[in-house]
């Protein structure tokens, strides 16, 4: 049982008393949702009908050219909501459903969790209360007012550093009080057990469409895939069908203003090993164990923890990481906008950044795919004041 | 013997816990008022020890810890704290704490350092019981008593499972929450310390929200050997923090006066 919360020595639960029941609830229902088969229909016509999957693995000939190898993004910028975020919440959700819970509530960083929130619950008919640090309400404007044109409401969080740290935070003690009746949309691979399995569950369809349609187009799988990496869910959902694969796997970090700074969001790349949030997992933090503060010109990679199980694939040498600074992030921008006219995500960008990086060491016939996890309409106005649009 | 069970084996009437964050409003001062709430009356201590991201409390307790932190109170000044009360009282201390501040310090490192420092038993915020062997084992070395908390919404198979692994006493939720002040206690309060009373002869101290005589009343009349009182006591600290001795002054009358309404029943 012990054994099981945890990925490697990563991992665990590690929560107050109140949410014990719950966990365990939780671990129960998600487990009998997962081989039940009128449970499992229902998502995937959700996810098929209303969210539109499968989303494409696009091969980009302009970049491939530039970059001297096969270039494929798989696009879940087209995902329903603009993020791969939808594919969990939308788990979830039918599964606090299945439990009876009768309120949705979640945190969000870029904002792309808290509407691929509200969305579920508009469709599934739950209400939605969202936290949000007050620094990424400033920055993340276009996704407060689509969360609350979606119905949902969006609680601002002044704690700390006011960014999604503290959003977590601010969830779980609402969700210590209103565990009865609510259900905690946690939206990464990160938290107690069962969140980091159940969130990756319902994130694998990202690594499973991409295998069949690399095979289907190429006839052999990628060498290399590269996601951007906040919590990991974009990075789990697409590494966990290629883990027993001869792929090489990257995980991109948010290198902030450089890891010698201290301002960075790289908890694999430069983290030790601590428990926030409910699990073991790298994090960001002082000798003593007070988490650090992060930066990131992503909102969705400014958080000083990772997954338990992208710390575990670290340690174990399974995945490579890697850091890009908010300028290289925001040049990926510029590049695959004008180069492919697809704006991505910020937080995206920080794999291209790191695919235009390793390019140099692929051959013509080396095929690299890049998760693309979300579109970037949310950060045009953040990228133009950084001088990311060109005037 | 631990302090914590001499208490308990040497009274029949409830006792009274005082909780405050070490290092709030800074290190100097808050020993200080840990000594105050002892000569007027704190039976056992209870020290929060200040900690970035504190999810199990309310924004009382969340200011106080930020008061602390940013006074530069680290666990190695808490620890100083705590030996600096027990300089002048074998008053029973509990030093309450978010695990990841016991582990980044080494689990076992950790509480021999709070064995020097005379705490006498330790609850950590998130260690369900299930998590719980490696600092239980450390506690054990050092003498100290792992304190653990119960919910309302702890079920009785987790109960036993807790009740079997508890020591010193166990620290009853008395609401779903954080920490914070509260009107009254509540009925499932009252229900949780009948349901946990008739299965343990542990000590059933009952935290959260208790801030009026009358609060501390009912959970002993209900069977509770203790209340553990915190943002009442942090928010006097919190008002004064412009005049020191009217500090002192007010915590020592707010004592008096709970320590009233637990010595009126007997446990
Ligand atoms: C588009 C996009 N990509 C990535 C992330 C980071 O999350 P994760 O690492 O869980 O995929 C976010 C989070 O908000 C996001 O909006």
Redesign the interface.
């Known amino acids: 049982?012990?054994k099981s919360t945890r990925f490697g020595p990563f991992g665990?639960?590690?929560?107050?008393?109140?949410?014990?029941?719950?966990l365990l609830d939780l671990e129960k229902a998600f487990g009998r949702a997962d081989i039940d088969v009128a449970f499992q229909r229902t998502l995937s016509t959700i996810l098929t009908e209303y969210a539109g999957r499968p989303t494409p693995l696009t091969c980009c000939a302009n970049t491939s050219r530039d970059l001297g190898c096969r270039v494929y993004l798989k696009r879940e910028d087209l995902l329903h909501g603009g993020a791969h975020k939808l594919n969990n919440t939308l788990g979830q959700a039918l599964l606090a459903r299945y439990m009876g819970k009768s309120r949705l509530i979640a945190e969000t960083g870029a904002g792309q969790h808290g509407v691929a929130t509200a969305i579920a619950g508009a469709v599934l008919g739950l209400p939605v209360d969202v936290y949000m640090g007050a620094t990424d309400i400033a920055r993340q404007g276009l996704n407060v007012d689509r969360m609350k044109l979606l119905g949902a409401r969006v609680i601002p969080v002044h704690?700390?550093s006011r960014t999604l740290?503290?959003a977590v935070?601010e969830a779980?003690?609402d969700w210590?009080?209103?565990?009865?009746d609510t259900h905690y949309v946690l939206g990464s691979v990160v938290g107690p057990h069962p969140y980091p399995l159940m969130v990756r569950t319902f994130q694998s369809v990202i690594g499973e469409e991409t295998r069949e349609q690399c095979l289907q187009k190429e006839g052999r799988l990628p060498d290399v895939i590269l996601a951007c990496v906040g919590g990991g869910s974009n990075a789990m959902g697409m590494f966990h069908r290629f883990i027993d694969d001869p792929v090489r796997l990257i995980g991109v970090e948010a290198g902030g203003e450089g890891l010698d700074t201290g301002r960075h969001g790289a908890s694999l790349c430069a983290g030790?090993?601590?428990?926030?949030?409910?699990a073991?997992s790298y994090?960001l933090?002082d000798?003593?164990?007070?988490?650090a503060d992060t930066h990131s010109i992503a909102a969705g990679l400014d958080y000083p923890g990772v997954g338990p199980e992208l710390s575990h694939l670290k340690q174990s040498g399974r995945i490579e990481v890697a850091a890009v600074t908010d300028r290289e992030a925001l040049d990926a921008f510029g590049y695959l906008s004008r180069n492919e006219g697809i704006i991505p995500a910020l937080e995206s960008s920080h794999a291209i950044a790191h695919a235009l990086r390793i390019a140099d060491h692929l051959g013509p016939d080396d095929i690299m795919v890049i998760n693309l996890s979300g579109r970037g309409d949310k950060d045009v106005g953040e990228a133009a004041q950084r001088g990311g649009v060109p005037g | 013997m631990n302090r914590i069970d001499r208490w308990f084996g040497e009274h029949t009437t409830p006792a009274f816990i005082g909780f405050a964050v070490a290092g709030d409003p800074d290190p100097e001062t808050s020993v200080r008022v840990a000594n105050t709430l002892v000569s007027a009356g704190v039976d056992i201590l209870e020290l929060g020890m200040p900690?970035?991201?504190?999810?199990?409390d309310?924004p009382t307790i969340?200011r106080a810890g930020q008061r602390a932190?940013a006074a530069g109170t680290?666990?190695?000044e808490v620890f100083a704290v705590a030996r600096a009360i027990r300089v002048s009282c074998e008053v029973p201390i509990v030093l309450l704490t978010y695990?990841?501040?016991?582990?980044?310090?080494g689990i076992e490192v950790f509480y021999r350092d709070a064995r020097d420092a005379g705490i006498d038993g330790i609850p950590i915020?998130?260690?369900?019981v299930?998590?719980s062997d490696g600092v239980r084992e450390a506690a054990s070395a050092a003498g100290i008593a792992p304190i653990?908390?119960?919910?309302?919404?702890?079920?009785v198979v987790?109960q036993e499972a807790?009740i079997a692994r508890a020591s010193g006493f166990l620290y009853l939720?008395s609401v779903?929450?954080?920490t914070g002040v509260r009107d009254r206690v509540a009925e499932e309060t009252v229900s949780l310390i009948r349901r946990v009373r008739c299965r343990t002869g542990l000590p059933l101290a009952v935290g959260f929200g208790i801030s009026k005589p009358g609060h501390a009343a009912a959970c002993c009349g209900a069977g509770a050997d203790a209340v553990i009182v915190g943002s009442a006591i942090v928010e006097i600290i919190e008002r004064h923090l412009d005049d020191e001795d009217a500090m002192m002054d007010a915590l020592s009358a707010y004592i008096f006066s709970m320590r009233a309404a637990t010595g009126a029943k007997p446990g």
């Open positions: 049982m012990q665990g639960r590690y929560v107050p008393e109140t949410l014990m029941e719950a704690s700390g740290k503290d935070n779980l003690r210590v009080a209103s565990v009865g030790t090993e601590g428990v926030l949030h409910g073991l994090l933090q000798a003593a164990g007070q988490i | 900690f970035s991201d504190p999810v199990a309310g969340q932190l680290t666990p190695d695990f990841n501040l016991v582990w980044n310090r915020v998130h260690m369900p299930e998590e653990f908390l119960v919910a309302p919404t702890t079920s987790r807790i939720v779903l929450g954080v």
